[in-house]
């Protein structure tokens, strides 16, 4: 049974400030890796992926994949309100398109 | 990426009827996703539908209460059949576009009384 796991918040974070949001993943097989954004009441919506060790930048966000600790993060820099939201962690193997979610961290943003 | 709408939006059922969710891709793609969002719990994977076969059904999720059909590569349909409270979520079809990286359509959100 994979098992991705993340710490469910709330984890609340000044204005301006890095967010810092933390994955882990049970199956060494896992190849790709991703963080969603899901507003209350909306679905989730793809902000990042990653598919080899260490970082990818993109505008405010950086992904860091670890696959020898089995570990995926999510930075934010320069938090805004609008980042207020939970965001979710999803791993599949390669080759194979079904999706395993966590339980994905509730984040607020205070002004 | 595809643009994925669902119908209904929402809906308020009673126990015991069956509701047919159904998704419209605006592009042909070959697997269709089901999944379901409890309230205040993560995604969880009901079925992959493929065009021409039958869904394949995660665990815990079985044809007779999920019935999914995939009449071509661009529609498919979810039916929640003999409802009860613990139905009431979101349900969500989703499509993986050209890599493995997977889109979400606008959710069904239904509420069994």
Do not use: H
């Not at chain 1, 993109?58 to 939201?85: E, H, W």
């Not at chain 2, 059904?57 to 349909?77: A, C, H, M, Q, W």
């Not at chain 2, 059949?81 to 979400?104: A, H, K, R």
């Amino acid at each position: 049974q994979k098992e991705v796991e993340q710490n469910s918040g709330p984890l609340s974070v000044p204005e301006g400030a890095i967010a810092s949001l933390n994955c882990t993943y049970s199956d060494r097989g896992s190849q790709s890796f991703f963080w969603y954004r899901q507003y209350s009441g909306k679905s989730p919506e793809l902000i990042m992926s990653i598919y080899s060790n260490g970082d990818k930048e993109d505008g405010r966000f950086t992904a860091q994949l670890n696959k020898a600790s089995q570990y995926v993060s999510l930075l934010i820099r320069d938090s805004q309100p609008s980042d207020s939201a939970t965001y979710l962690c999803a791993v599949n193997d390669f080759g194979n398109e079904k999706l395993t979610f966590g339980t994905g961290t509730r984040l607020t943003i205070i002004p | 990426s595809a643009v994925i709408s669902q119908k209904p939006s929402r809906d308020i059922c009673q126990r015991g009827t069956s509701l047919t969710i159904q998704c419209q891709v605006d592009s042909q793609v070959t697997m269709m996703f089901w999944y379901r969002q409890q309230p205040g719990q993560s995604l969880t994977l009901i079925a992959t539908a493929n065009q021409g076969s039958e869904a394949t059904y995660e665990s815990g999720f079985v044809i007779d209460k999920f019935p999914i059909s995939r009449p071509n590569l661009t529609f498919s349909t979810l039916t929640v059949s003999n409802m009860s409270p613990e139905d009431s979520s979101i349900y969500l079809c989703s499509v993986p576009p050209e890599g493995d990286t997977q889109y979400f359509g606008p959710g069904t959100r239904l509420t069994v009384l």
